[in-house]
């Protein structure tokens, strides 16, 4: 098989929740961001996992992301929805029993007319400028959402990466203000907001990135490991070249491995200039030339045997590593995770 | 729906393979690539249109993809393998009989053993130093795989879309030495050999980002287009800033439109700072702001209606300047699209 494996632990995503839980001021609820199919783990099982462990509200961006999620929580457990109501969801949103989050004075018009009787939440812009209502909007519907008892409130912050942003100081006030005197739940922190410290957890927290072990949540289990076949093996003389455009050449006598896994598997493009690693046995080899569609070549001189697999994804180098190569930041390198691989959920 | 829509042009990919089949010299067979998906556009529709038109080879990566694309066949049109025989790869091999393309001795004597009857290609490395034979190790096996009635002799590239790289009349060389007097039919070229003219283009040539109309096809049909649903839109004050890290500050009253797609779509996030645009009526609009994991901001100031939806790949936008608005090439951004999109195959 030429399929790369893709190992979830999710033992390691339960073990994530229960210490962002830990990490949340008292009384606070603890949800599960699960959109982008369970940020590239595989909605089901690590949604599944999950509620086991105690989760009882889960988040995706869009209704469409809904079905395969009620299918794998089965009645009870809250589904929200970030993307609120949009034109055509309020079949889905009747029949799974999602929880809009709406975002504008259209969604909540639409909501009342499509969906008059199912619950809902509303999305607040404390500044981000990219989901939520606005303040002056949120000013005139206030008094009739609240009579509709909305199930959540909440806002989402620009800046909680860097803790020291003065935005989030400036958008925490923003949603104080804006929320003062609520019934509803209220919620404004991800991840990044959970480490900003108690003040930003309000009533429900709702983790993403650090379930999955990625920065900011740098003391998290990281939860996957990435195993690719080796294709073949080679050996090249002085001055021979490897890959598209030439781009490496041997300056001393090399073995070349080739191994199952491209930027068609969600390894960017870029990485392959940015010091991408693969290991066997825990040594460490540099990926040289361009990685290819379905294909990367890796300089395993060092080895003193030919590996029949390789590791691209492992504790030596977990997913911001790989996000470093690139260029980009670790929830890419997650949401873009293959659909060739072969996934597999070890018991743990 | 917060869905994007992909809408596939079949018409467009089959004419983009009846273009390259005429480019290529007389009597030559033109293929059909079909791996990753079918370049991300659905490859039970695209192979299966592909095969009406006339298509009846198809190459693909792993064997692992065989399943899906021998389902949309049917028996008959040859499914040849670039990954060639893996280990476990026999049964896939046998029952969808596939074609794999023998990369070295291992392989070579994997066949023999697990698929003794089956039918075979080789794959010979060229001076890639990727994936193929060695000549040495050709050399030793040249008469035993000559017995054997090989289906195909190939080897690939490294730098067609370069077309006056040395190292392509170098490949051409190295593989006519290699296989000089075989009986069996040759292949060197994908789409930009093809285009380097008809001494690259053997028995048989296999476009694959050509069918698409991705460069270095500059005079394809594009054949894709990506509408994707305007979730709100806000207006901002000057001052007010957008998306994660505070990157963009409007300099005067700005209406900003928030999409429904992000980087878990496979919109690289790099392409938020380089440049990418979207289109309403065929009028642009900078995207602004980070590209998110689900969403994207746009500056739609100068439209005199809120638009409901926007138009990120078409004719205007095709996807190579998506690509270089990331920093990379067209076959990444073909291959990355996104799991989440409504992919809709129009009558044409």
């Known amino acids: 098989m030429a399929q790369a ?41 690590t949604a599944a996992r999950l509620a ?19 299918q794998a929580l089965g009645d009870g457990p809250e589904i929200y929805v970030f993307g609120g109501h949009m034109r055509g969801d ?3 949103i009747t029949d799974l029993d999602l929880i809009p989050l709406l975002n504008s004075p259209q969604q909540f018009r639409r909501q009342k007319e499509a ?38 409130v909440m806002s989402h912050l620009a800046c909680a990466d860097e803790p020291d942003h003065a935005m989030n100081a400036q958008q925490l006030a923003t949603f104080e203000d804006m929320t003062q005197g609520l019934q509803a ?9 959970i480490l900003l410290g108690y003040e930003y957890h309000f009533d429900l927290t709702r983790p993403g990135i650090g379930l999955y072990a990625g920065a900011p949540f740098d003391d998290g289990t990281p939860a996957i490991d990435l195993e690719v076949p080796v294709v073949q093996v080679r050996d090249l003389d002085v001055g021979e070249t490897v890959g598209y455009g030439n781009t490496w050449t041997a300056q001393r006598p090399t073995r070349i491995a080739t191994l199952s896994i ?3 598997d969600g390894l960017p493009r870029a990485s392959g200039a940015g010091g991408l ?23 395993v001189t060092a080895l ?10 492992c504790d030596d180098q977990p997913v911001d590593d790989i996000a470093e190569a690139a260029g980009t930041i670790g929830y890419e390198i997650f949401t873009s995770l293959g659909r060739r691989y072969q996934r597999r959920y070890p018991a743990a």
């Open 262 to 264: 491209g930027y068609a």
């Open 304 to 313: 003193t045997e030919a590996p029949e697999s390789m590791s691209i994804i």
């Open 52 to 70: 086991e462990e105690g989760a009882r509200k889960f988040f995706i961006a869009t209704a469409d992301e809904g079905a395969e999620l009620r």
């Open 185 to 193: 739940p209220r919620s404004l922190s991800a991840t990044g907001g």
């Open 277 to 299: 690693l693969a290991f066997a046995d825990g040594q460490a080899c540099p990926v040289v030339g361009r990685v290819s569609m379905d294909l990367v070549t890796v300089d």
């Open 115 to 152: 969906a008059p009787t199912a619950r809902f939440g509303v999305q607040l812009d404390t500044g981000m400028n990219r989901l939520g209502l606005e303040p002056a909007d949120w000013a005139v519907l206030r008094d009739e959402v609240t009579a509709s008892n909305p199930a959540l």
């Open 5 to 45: 494996t893709l190992t979830v632990k999710l033992g390691a995503i339960a073990a994530n929740w229960r210490a962002l839980d830990r990490m949340s001021a008292p009384r606070v609820e603890t949800a599960a961001v699960v959109k982008a199919n369970a940020y590239g783990t595989g909605i089901r099982r």
């Open 90 to 92: 309020a079949t889905a």
